[in-house]
């Protein structure tokens, strides 16, 4: 990779990277693949005695014809596959500090330990007693998250971040129920993630916005306006997601308590506050956390995460089942809730994998290891906004938390957008941070950088984009073209959703 | 220092030289001092890379693992065979490493591996369009009932009792967030929906109709049947499948069905206690808009090549927040990976392969076990693929008979009396082409001798 930094970079940066002519190829579907005949698959033959399919399986339940899937043989698979995979980037690929969502290092360990077949093969009908291992495992990580966040109880069910927030507030409902209330509103800050709002739609509830004020946070007058008898829960991130702690939070659960309303505390930005504060000991109620976030666990492309759910003692006979408890002998089992429980949420066990992945992550950094990371991860942000703070915007000039935010604006005078910044850094390897949210920022910039990365990543990477800036006023268009340097070049979003076309209807 | 955290003391003087402090506590002034955190907390102690491993096998050696144990045990999930090309493809880090793709040029492998997941599942299923997935076939089924109740501004859904008990829960829990009912539907003797019971229960207030196919209890529904009761009274027909069985099954689209939605386990996922899986999600193309979750499209980018990008998100939360058709964001998109794979791998001659392998062995077991006096076929009226039910002798202890079998080296199968009273001393069986006929003997003999 060229780079700003080095020496010879200073004209380098301002020149596209040359690629590999087979990289830039178009990449074929795995259907136009296919030739008649070709298989990729050894199964053993039959054991059991031969049978009339038509007999056992009447016609009218059998396919009329074939579903049109490809015939490839084994070598068509894994080169059409390792081909897709050097399309993609990952966080072993570079630096991918994408703001609230915590891209740190995904420990191998961690994927060997979910591999083992004690883990990988067992099924959640097993007798109680074939499965001690595993129960002791979530056990264990129940205690170690209710520890972590300052709750009573934890529910691993959940299967993300927003799933986490829908199990929260179904529990907020059942509780306000309980009490013979009805109360329909849920207030969110205008800074919130889009999950906020959509989970209070899905739990039945009305969403009430309130306005952040001058300095980023929750503005306490539009609070005391929003809040009254039919208020649910305030939701809330903190710090939030411009990075900034919420400093008036013993306040602002003080109001919402008053009124009988509730504290969710959303999990997306957990990693900055570890072992430092605790969601439980400031007040609030309900938290959700981001395993796939906040405990290393990869994201998968797009998932699978896990999204762990804590509550207060009071709403503990909400909790969805089943939990995993453990006898007077030591013995571990299900307890299937109490009959006010919200019911199920997900299938089984939530998703195990990641929760023995979240497990294996904790248990290697201890107690004073996950302070360090939260220490680390607030040490590195700080670092590159103090040396971003001349070159951009900064709407909230003060310290930050593990995250910070950027304004575009300065470029934009220049008629460059955040978004050609964004892509210009896909020609130095980098994945670029979230941009366009929070959406209380104009042009924003998110950059996480996280607890994983070195001084030298964040210098090289600070370097590259002091570099666009320059770029950008020097010589605009090349930054509002980029890249150069992609597999493809900028797509057409306009025309995809114009035009769907979502599959590739070979049949 | 920690392997995984990088910085030195020289580091950390220089950045807070930089920032312009003299200790990272500083940076953490805006705390309350009573909210701060006291001493170290409570949780689990440190532990080296070896160490850890020890813990953990310990821990996992105390599960019996289908590498040990011979599963009879489905209820939606299954011991089939991985094909071992999955596992070296979904562990390169490019994948697994890599966010949702909001950046497409550097998504490209993501972006387009989920369009062939999406025409896989068109294709397998009948439907026009599949999103990205879901997180599991069960909650797949309750964004299925919210997805009709929306399109239909109808608040009934009508659901067989024949369908996953775990999905009925979900679904009941989903039905009271958005403030809709639920109506259950019976099941005749011979283990299939009763379609009198359904017909009495559809009425123009039926947002829709839900089905498994095969049902939970094994046996295939008669779909076509069912369709026009639920389009007569303007109703959706949903149907949840289990995917393997469409390499010989019809594609329920073909069959009436409006949304198709079920659980990619048996393609190539490890069981993992249940998770993660992926759910799947399809629909008929007036329903497109309204889909949950991330669809992948095709266009075309500056020089006119073919890509893939996230498209329709004006259905979103993060665009349309308390106005989104859903309030997913994660999915399961490496789950997703892995069923493709597997369908690659399998392909058009495989799917029907291994559906007659699974068909064969457990109809064979089917038979083998009814040559016992002491074991019956309640629901023998019915056509099954590879789960079907036997009832036990009256009176025969079930968590006993799960702990013997175990002893003997299998794990038995899915206690019916857990859910459905008028089921108790009914087993519910899985036999995939995992299990040999030897297998099968023998647990047929075991059986019969624990009873």
Redesign the interface.
Known sequence: MIHPSDPAAETASRQPVPQPAAASEGKALIFELSRPGRVAYSLPPSDVPDFDLDETLPARFRRQTPAALPEVYEVDVIRHYTALSRRNFGIDNGFYPLGSCTMKYNPKLNEDIARLPGFAKIHPYQPESSLQGAFELLYSLQRDLAALTGMDQITLQPAAGAHGEWTGLMMIRAYHESRGERRTKVIIPDSAHGTNPASATVAGFETVTIRSDARGLVDLDALRAAIGPDTAALMLTNPNTLGLFEEHIVEIADIVHEAGGLLYYDGANANAIIGITRPGDMGFDVVHLNLHKTMSTPHGGGGPGAGPVGVKDRLLPFLPAPLIAQRTDGRFYLDTGSPQSIGRVKSFFGNFGILVRACAYMRTLGPSGLRQVSEDAVLNANYMLARLTPYFDVPHPRFCKHEFVLSGNRQKKHGVRTLDIAKRLLDFGYHPPTIYFPLNVEECIMIEPTETESKETLDRFIDTLIAIAEEVEINPDIVKNAPYTTVVSRLDEALAARKPVLNCSCG | M?R????SQE??K???E???IAA?D???????E????QG????????D?MS??R???????????????A?F?G???Y?H?L?V?I???V????????????????????L?????F???I???TGMA??N??M?????ALAEAG?LAAGATRRRRLIVSRAVHP??R??L???A????LEVVEVGFTPDGATDLHDLISKVDGSAAAVILQSPNFFGC?E?I?AAAPYAHNAGALLVVSANPLT??????PG?LGADIVVG?CQPLGI????????CGYFAVAEPW?RRMPG??????????G?????L????R?????????T??????????A?CAA?Y????????????G??N???A??AAKRLALSPKLELPFAGS?F?NEFSIRLPQGTDM?QL??AL?QAGF?GG?DLGRDYPELNGTMLLAVT?QR???E?DRFADTLEGLL
């Open positions: 920690h995984y955290l990088p910085m580091d950390r220089a950045m807070l930089t920032i312009g990272v500083e940076l953490f002034a805006d705390i309350p009573a909210m701060r955190f170290e907390l409570p949780v689990a102690d440190a532990l890379e850890l491993l813990l953990m096998r310990g821990w996992a050696e105390r599960n019996a693992d289908f590498d040990r144990y599963s045990l209820a939606g999930i011991d065979h094909p090309v596992q070296h493809i562990s390169r880090s490019e994948f697994y490493t890599a966010y949702t793709p909001y950046q497409p040029e550097i998504s490209q492998g993501e387009q591996a989920i369009f062939e999406q025409s896989y068109c294709e397998l369009v599949a990205a997935s997180y599991d076939g069960a909650t919210a775990e999905a829960a979900i009941r829990t989903t009271r967030g958005l403030n295939l008669d076509a469409l390499g010989l099954l019809e594609a073909r659980d490890p069981a993992a206690l249940g998770g993660p899986t497109m991330r669809i992948v499209g095709q266009t075309v980018d500056r020089t090549r073919r890509g893939f990008v498209t329709l998100q004006a979103e939360q993060h665009i349309r927040r308390e106005k989104a859903s309030n997913i964001c994660s999915n399961q998109a490496l789950l990976l794979v369908l690659s791998a399998l392909g058009k001659q495989g799917m029907q392969d291994i007659r392998l068909v064969g062995k109809h064979y056509s693929f968590a799960g702990e175990l794990i899915y082409e040999t006929r030897e099968i």
